[in-house]
């Protein structure tokens, strides 16, 4: 096998059509073709590094191994000892807390040398800079880093949904303080100060006046570019779940929130959500408002959690935010209950796949799911006086109360849960104050 460089021609007497020209590292690699090629070894199994900084994705590791590929997982040191599929692992790597993600790269490129990586996954939202690095920097097929920030940067997906015409709430980046005046002074209050990479409901801190603001923005010093200013819209949220293969939403499931999780997540109490009737008015439009999104943040292949809120004061359907991983909360787990898909399971099937068109979504059941959730005051609290045909799963987690229900009767979910939402409220029901940061 020769090389040759800056696409030189073969050397003389090789035939252009006996060879494949393959670019390796800005050079071109003349290598024989099919004829030649019935020699070489056989294909190796594909190898994906899963990355995550939180107990997470364990189903995806399995699956992948079902499919025959070698797994490498890269966690925090304090997960050692966290329940991972170690029968679906090929090795498994620790970082210690705090550590750069420049030596993450250095790290990860030492292990390329003697491992073959054809995929690096985030599994959690939180390590998904580090992935799309590590892909850059070893050229490996996936998001990069420019299409990363439209799902971890609350201000670069509101710019580019609002470019491309997808409607949000009137915001302004806290950057210039004259822009951030004259906004308050022709938006008016109140307003949501919220992180640009934080998850989820985490850090938002809600804002009244222009001089609530102020004082606000002077504790955050140096760190107020790295939050965005935006309406506060009273309505009912929403999420759609996606799964995307080649740019085209193959799967979407659509569900409304009982209560806004920022209400939830600040406020405390019963956190409920549900599958929407199919076909219905709400159903069509979030399907088409997630359908434009996802073609507008350049998402070509993996799973999505969008939100949208309806508001209240005009009808019309907003963007929240997008997020390219599985949703939290055992929505994955309601997902499942409703259509049978399991997003963690079809997340790595399109992963393998890559973007060579062979990924095919299963059968999808279309019945009805729910979620109830809840902190709870006993360390294990005892759900079985649920016992209706619809509670499909029982979770089972320190301090918290919760069911996964699934129905065939679109409307038998909702009054379920109403009902269950109260009793949780006087048999479970605890509250903390809000984190600012997600726990592992």
């Known amino acids: 096998m020769a090389l040759r460089r800056d696409f030189e021609r073969p050397p003389l ?24 090629m019935n020699a070489m070894p056989e294909p190796r199994p594909l190898t994906l590094l899963c990355i995550t900084t939180y107990e997470k994705g364990q189903e995806f590791m399995r699956e992948c191994k079902r499919q025959g590929c070698r797994v490498i997982l890269l966690t925090a040191e304090k997960l050692r000892d966290a329940d991972w599929p170690r029968e679906s692992l090929d090795e498994s790597f620790y970082l210690p807390e705090n550590i750069a993600l420049a030596d993450i790269v250095k790290a990860v490129t030492h292990l390329a040398r003697t491992h073959k990586l054809d995929r690096i996954v985030a599994l959690d939202e ?13 050229r490996i097929p996936g998001m990069g880093l420019t299409t990363m ?4 940067d609350k201000l670069a997906m509101r710019m ?14 806290v950057v210039n303080h004259g822009d951030i005046g004259y906004y308050m002074e022709h938006v008016p209050g109140p307003w949501v100060l919220k992180p640009r990479q934080e998850a989820s409901a985490i850090g938002i801190k809600k804002i009244h006046t222009a001089e609530e603001l102020w004082p606000v923005l002077e504790l955050l010093g140096d760190r107020q570019s790295s939050y965005l200013l935006e309406k506060f819209l009273p309505g009912d949220v929403y999420h759609v779940d ?19 999780p920022m209400n939830v997540a600040q406020g405390g109490g019963i956190f409920t959500t549900f599958t929407l009737p199919r076909r219905g008015e709400e159903d069509s439009a979030l399907r088409s408002m997630n359908r434009e999104l996802i073609a507008a943040l350049g998402f070509v292949r993996g799973v999505a959690h969008a939100e949208f809120i309806k508001a209240q004061a005009d009808g019309h359907f907003y963007f929240l935010e997008c997020a390219a991983r599985v949703g939290g909360a055992y929505i994955h787990e309601m997902v499942e209950a409703a259509t049978g898909i399991n997003l963690w399971r079809e997340w790595s099937r399109i992963e393998i796949a890559g973007p060579d068109g062979s990924y095919k979504l299963p ?3 279309e019945e009805y799911g729910g979620v109830i959730l809840s902190l709870a005051r006993q ?30 009767d679109a409307h038998r ?5 109403d009902d269950y939402a109260r009793r949780f409220a006087e048999e479970f029901l605890a509250i903390e104050p809000p984190r600012d940061r997600p726990t592992a």
């Open 363 to 365: 059968s999808v059941r």
């Open 242 to 260: 996606s799964v995307v293969s080649e740019n085209e939403v193959v799967f979407a499931n659509v569900s409304k929130y009982g209560k806004p």
């Open 149 to 152: 920030r439209y799902f971890r």
């Open 126 to 138: 939180y390590d998904m800079e580090t992935a799309a690095t590590l892909r850059e920097h070893l």
């Open 13 to 36: 007497g090789w035939k252009q059509s006996e060879y494949l020209i393959l670019p390796r590292l800005g050079a071109v690699i003349f290598s024989p073709t099919c004829r030649e």
């Open 379 to 408: 360390q294990e609290p005892d759900t079985s006086g649920y016992n209706d045909g619809e509670v499909y799963l029982r979770i089972k987690r320190h301090h918290h109360a919760g069911l996964v229900l699934r129905s065939a």
């Open 160 to 173: 580019r949904a609002l470019d491309r015409k997808v409607r949000v709430p009137d915001f302004v980046p």
């Open 413 to 417: 979910i909702p009054k379920l849960l």
